[in-house]
């Protein structure tokens, strides 16, 4: 996933204008994380998370092609 794409999904999220992302699920996470470890059957991944900023609000997002997961944190 490249960042337009994720930066579509955190508009998407941030605005709730609705929550089909098609097979990608959004997860939020717990505020100001910049990298996120995702435990997946024993195993620990980092995703690292990119700055985006949303109608004067700044999050956090990562990717994980594993799980085809967006991991969402804010600012706060």
Excluded at 20 to 34: A, C, F, H, M
């Amino acid at each position: 996933m490249n960042s337009n794409q994720l930066l579509k999904i955190v508009e998407q999220y941030s605005r709730k204008s609705g929550d089909n992302y098609g097979d990608i699920k959004v997860t939020r996470i717990s505020d100001q994380k910049t990298v996120f470890v995702e435990h997946l059957d024993e195993i620990g991944r980092a995703i690292i998370m990119a700055m985006f900023k949303v109608d004067g609000e700044t999050y956090w997002a990562g990717y994980s092609a594993l799980s085809h997961t967006v991991y969402i944190s804010m600012e706060a």
